[in-house]
Nanobody, 127 residues
Framework: QVQLAESGGGLVQAGGSLRLSCAVSGRTSSNSAMGWFRQAPGKDRGFVAA????????GYADSVKGRFTISRDNAKNTVDLQMNSLNPEDTAVYYC????????????????????WGQGTQVTVSS
């Protein structure tokens, strides 16, 4: 069984930054692509960013491109999401997820490509 635990959420003013972290446990190494998704109040959960297992490939939703950066440290089994220039539209619960396919250097934006999910961390951006 794989467990994912997000941290780093909180309240920040518009224009500020936050860094989310996802700790992966239950595996000896992070051998799958990882992703971040978010769900705003009253909306469906949606893709934010993804990174391949080796870290060589990354992908972003258009709404966060140029502001968010996803990274991973496989030695520490962590995946981070650096979020800059935050705006109120970024307010949501952020989830990290581990992909189904091991050792893939592809990135995935569809939820069904992920089979393990964290509990989420709240990010609130005030105007």
């Amino acid at each position: 069984q794989v467990q994912l635990a997000e941290s780093g959420g909180g309240l920040v003013q518009a224009g500020g930054s936050l860094r989310l972290s996802c700790a992966v446990s239950g595996r000896t190494s992070s051998n799958s692509a990882m992703g971040w998704f978010r769900q705003a109040p009253g909306k469906d959960r949606g893709f934010v960013a993804a990174i391949s297992w080796s870290g060589v490939n990354t992908g972003y939703a258009d709404s966060v491109k140029g502001r968010f950066t996803i990274s991973r440290d496989n030695a520490k089994n962590t995946v981070d999401l650096q979020m800059n220039s935050l705006n109120p539209e970024d307010t949501a619960v952020y989830y990290c997820a581990a992909g189904r396919t091991p050792y893939s250097n592809l990135i995935y934006w569809r939820e069904y490509e992920y089979n393990y999910w964290g509990q989420g961390t709240q990010v609130t951006v005030s105007s």
